[in-house]
């Protein structure tokens, strides 16, 4: 792929990647050594196990599926999407599952995609082809690279466009631009859209830049970040975070880092904790509740990962694939609608044996934890009466329990 396309400068400009039926997330694991981070999804097919797996692995991974519902991700958010024989029909449908490949895929971000149509000469690829060629030129999608290698396997790298002057000029408008609507959590539970979204724009009404290279971006002003009143709790918020980590997270606990891999931030903001923890080897999968701002695209600007969840539902992984679980102020959100104990059940689904829980939150929140948390035989401790360290034990209930 490099060598196909130079310009995709793995860790510098490209540095989010989506890879779609991942199987054991190989390829994002083979990326991180290129300071590229990798969403890899697979559905939970006959290859069940695929996406547990990648999460034993310490790859990023999530269960999701292209089907009639949106992905759980913000508008514009990868650099670049990934699909090597991931057995998704692009052009059923009258090619709604490439319009939310294009929803979700930055402007002048790359889809490479290898798959008998790219390289087969039988009927049914070859039609295929066509179809997709059609359903892309529609798009204003370009083609960038096409290669094989010495297997004969063939890639094609399409590329998003940059300017909406091609679908301006498009003599059919199919198909059309989405209108513009409140797109705060958009993509949760929404069906897949038959409409191209429109490229985003600043407040002059330019089109929003493509983030500064990598390492560079995790610090600087998000391009999503309109307002300069966010901008400036934006930059606050990274200090404050970066200083908190520092002082209380990193030797305040008793947490054992050299354990630790798999980060989950229930309760995302900015991604500031994800951020504070970027020079320790573990990934964070960034969550955004539904019932709080939505800051999922900053996050993405950033260069980091994460989805949209309801945390009044259960989470899409499988059980014991983290090991740490982290919620800032959360809780009183959650409590408004659901019951604390379904979600510490969750939580304690999700989080393998000897996993930490970590919760800032007030004492009053912290008081209604605890007593949860002991009835499953975990260890808790409290700090300065603002953190909650609780540690999973390998207890289960028998029969007679």
């Given at each position: 792929?490099?060598?196909?396309?130079?310009?995709?400068?793995?860790?510098?400009?490209?540095?989010?990647?989506?890879?779609?039926?991942?199987?054991?997330?190989?390829?994002?694991?083979?990326?991180?050594?290129?300071?590229?981070?990798?969403?890899?999804?697979?559905?939970?097919?006959?290859?069940?196990?695929?996406?547990?797996?990648?999460?034993?692995?310490?790859?990023?991974?999530?269960?999701?599926?292209?089907?009639?519902?949106?992905?759980?991700?913000?508008?514009?958010?990868?650099?670049?999407?990934?699909?090597?024989?991931?057995?998704?029909?692009?052009?059923?449908?009258?090619?709604?599952?490439?319009?939310?490949?294009?929803?979700?895929?930055?402007?002048?971000?790359?889809?490479?995609?290898?798959?008998?149509?790219?390289?087969?000469?039988?009927?049914?690829?070859?039609?295929?082809?066509?179809?997709?060629?059609?359903?892309?030129?529609?798009?204003?999608?370009?083609?960038?690279?096409?290669?094989?290698?010495?297997?004969?396997?063939?890639?094609?790298?399409?590329?998003?466009?940059?300017?909406?002057?091609?679908?301006?000029?498009?003599?059919?408008?199919?198909?059309?631009?989405?209108?513009?609507?409140?797109?705060?959590?958009?993509?949760?539970?929404?069906?897949?859209?038959?409409?191209?979204?429109?490229?985003?724009?600043?407040?002059?009404?330019?089109?929003?830049?493509?983030?500064?290279?990598?390492?560079?971006?995790?610090?600087?002003?998000?391009?999503?970040?309109?307002?300069?009143?966010?901008?400036?709790?934006?930059?606050?918020?990274?200090?404050?975070?970066?200083?908190?980590?520092?002082?209380?997270?990193?030797?305040?606990?008793?947490?054992?880092?050299?354990?630790?891999?798999?980060?989950?931030?229930?309760?995302?903001?900015?991604?500031?904790?994800?951020?504070?923890?970027?020079?320790?080897?573990?990934?964070?999968?960034?969550?955004?509740?539904?019932?709080?701002?939505?800051?999922?695209?900053?996050?993405?600007?950033?260069?980091?990962?994460?989805?949209?969840?309801?945390?009044?539902?259960?989470?899409?992984?499988?059980?014991?694939?983290?090991?740490?679980?982290?919620?800032?102020?959360?809780?009183?959100?959650?409590?408004?609608?659901?019951?604390?104990?379904?979600?510490?059940?969750?939580?304690?689904?999700?989080?393998?044996?000897?996993?930490y829980l970590v919760v800032r939150d007030s004492l009053e929140i912290l008081n209604k934890l605890t007593p949860v948390l002991h009835l499953l035989h975990w260890s808790v401790s409290l700090h300065q009466n603002q953190?909650?360290?609780?540690?999973?034990?390998?207890?289960?209930?028998?029969?007679?329990?």
């Open positions: 792929m490099e060598e196909t396309l130079p310009k995709i400068q793995w860790g510098k400009h490209i540095r989010v990647v989506l890879d779609v039926g991942c199987g054991v997330a190989s390829f994002g694991g083979y990326l991180l050594d290129k300071n590229v981070i990798t969403m890899s999804f697979a559905p939970k097919d006959e290859h069940e196990a695929q996406i547990q797996f990648a999460l034993e692995r310490g790859i990023p991974a999530t269960l999701s599926v292209i089907g009639t519902q949106k992905l759980t991700f913000s508008d514009n958010a990868f650099d670049m999407i990934h699909c090597a024989r991931c057995r998704v029909h692009w052009e059923a449908d009258g090619g709604k599952p490439l319009y939310e490949l294009n929803r979700i895929l930055r402007p002048g971000g790359f889809f490479a995609w290898s798959a008998t149509p790219v390289y087969r000469d039988n009927e049914k690829d070859q039609q295929i082809w066509s179809v997709m060629v059609e359903i892309t030129k529609a798009m204003c999608w370009s083609v960038v690279g096409n290669a094989r290698d010495s297997a004969g396997i063939g890639l094609v790298i399409y590329q998003k466009p940059t300017s909406s002057s091609c679908y301006e000029n498009r003599k059919e408008k199919i198909p059309p631009l989405c209108e513009n609507k409140d797109s705060k959590n958009s993509s949760w539970y929404a069906k897949l859209d038959s409409c191209l979204t429109p490229l985003p724009v600043d407040g002059m009404g330019e089109l929003q830049s493509w983030p500064m290279p990598w390492p560079q971006r995790l610090n600087s002003k998000p391009p999503s970040l309109l307002d300069s009143n966010a901008t400036d709790e934006f930059y606050k918020d990274s200090k404050h975070w970066s200083q908190l980590v520092s002082d209380v997270y990193a030797e305040g606990l008793s947490i054992k880092w050299s354990s630790i891999r798999n980060v989950m931030d229930m309760n995302a903001g900015y991604a500031g904790f994800a951020s504070a923890l970027i020079d320790l080897p573990v990934w964070v999968m960034n969550v955004v509740p539904i019932d709080v701002s939505d800051t999922l695209s900053v996050i993405y600007d950033r260069g980091l990962i994460g989805m949209y969840h309801d945390w009044c539902e259960s989470f899409n992984t499988y059980p014991r694939t983290y090991d740490l679980l982290h919620s800032s102020f959360l809780f009183q959100y959650v409590e408004k609608r659901c019951d604390i104990v379904d979600v510490v059940a969750e939580i304690d689904r999700i989080l393998r044996p000897d996993g953190f909650l360290v609780g540690k999973k034990s390998f207890w289960r209930p028998t029969a007679f329990e």
